[in-house]
């Protein structure tokens, strides 16, 4: 049931005023990005980027990177991928050079993956 709603969360965000994503969905990231299931925490970051033009620059600042940047370190290369499918929602917002200190090492450290998915991903 939580990865199905995170997989429809950007969806149903779209319908919400800014102030009520705020207020009832972002409380719910700590829990969702912890997941002890790796398939919703993979749903969740592969979605958590599509709130950032919903949300503005200083929620996201706020709100977002801090999970994205949890969700990053996540121990699952599944997740993280996920996550970088949707970057361009995060940089399109804050802007790359916020991202790049903590970007870098860990692309570097998925191109060490034995996957050759993740090294597409990585790539692409």
């Keep these: 049931m939580r990865s199905a709603a995170c997989r429809r969360l950007a969806e149903f965000a779209k319908i919400l005023e800014s102030k009520s994503i705020l207020d009832k969905i972002v409380p719910a990231f700590e829990k969702l990005q912890k997941d002890q299931f790796v398939f919703v925490r993979s749903a969740f970051a592969e979605n958590i980027l599509a709130l950032c033009p919903l949300i503005g620059k200083a929620a996201t600042t706020q709100h977002i990177l801090p999970a994205f940047l949890v969700l990053l370190r996540d121990e699952s290369s599944e997740v993280r991928l996920s996550l970088l ?10 802007g790359i050079s916020e991202l790049q200190t903590s970007l870098i090492p860990s692309l570097e450290e998925l191109a060490k993956e034995k996957n050759w998915r993740h090294k597409i991903t990585v790539i692409d």
């Design 85 to 94: 499918k949707r970057l361009d929602d995060l940089n399109s917002i804050i």
